[in-house]
């Protein structure tokens, strides 16, 4: 069965500064994707950011990357030049390929807390 | 930019009672997923649905629950007789092609009663 796992419950950074959010995963399939997700306040769940297993390159998007480190099974989340709207709830999440494309299994959550 | 769309954005039913949560996907995506969170509580998979048939669901999604494609445009998960316990946020989410990113809807929160 596969498993995600974010131990931070809650993160503080400082406005302009990076964060490094945690997200570590078990799957004994070779084929699976991690995402991250945003949710805000507000509720909506919003894409950030998607990585393969088989890309060899950490994906970037913007003022988020991941570090993607296969070995270890983990895939965590950096933001750089922390914004007072990035203060939210952060979701990884993993997908399993072939026949279980779509369905993803998130983690409990991290709380982001962007100070001015 | 195309978003997924639900409606309504919070319902309050009477236990016991059918409820309907409605979603319209981005045009062009083929995959669609409900998805619910229990208040303070993981996001967790409810069902997959692709050529108007169900592709996965979770032990979560059982008889009372049920999905439909009634038309091109929307995509419907329906709840037969509602319990206090699926009070939550249902998210509907599609994605264009497997193994890309699900784009997820802004949520409809359900609050049995």
């Known amino acids: 069965a596969q498993k995600i796992t974010q131990t931070q419950p809650g993160m503080f950074v400082q406005e302009k500064e990076a964060v490094t959010l945690d997200c570590t995963y078990d799957t004994s399939d070779q084929s699976y994707g991690l995402f991250w997700y945003k949710q805000p306040s507000s509720g909506e769940m919003i894409f950030l950011i998607y990585?393969?297993?088989?890309?060899?390159q950490n994906a970037t998007e913007g003022r988020y990357s991941l570090n993607f480190q296969k070995a270890r099974k983990s895939a965590n989340l950096v933001i750089s030049a922390s914004q007072l709207g990035d203060s939210a709830m952060y979701f990884c999440?993993?997908?399993?390929?072939?026949?279980?494309?779509?369905?993803?299994?998130f983690g409990q959550g991290t709380i982001l807390t962007v100070h001015p | 930019e195309p978003e997924v769309t639900q409606t309504p954005s919070h319902q309050v039913t009477q236990m016991g009672q059918e409820v309907i949560l409605r979603c319209v996907p981005i045009s062009n995506h083929l995959y669609f997923y409900w998805y619910r969170q229990i208040l303070g509580q993981k996001v967790e998979f409810l069902v997959s649905f692709y050529n108007n048939e169900i592709s996965e669901k979770s032990e979560i999604f059982d008889d009372q629950f049920s999905v439909e494609r009634p038309d091109g445009s929307n995509f419907t998960l329906k709840i037969r007789s509602t319990k206090l316990e699926d009070s939550a946020m249902y998210f509907c989410?599609?994605?264009?092609?497997?193994?890309?990113?699900?784009?997820f809807g802004q949520g409809t929160r359900l609050t049995v009663v």
């Open positions: 990585q393969g297993s088989y890309d060899e």
């Open positions: 989410a599609s994605s264009e092609l497997e193994g890309t990113e699900a784009f």
């Open positions: 999440a993993l997908e399993i390929g072939g026949t279980s494309y779509g369905k993803l299994t």
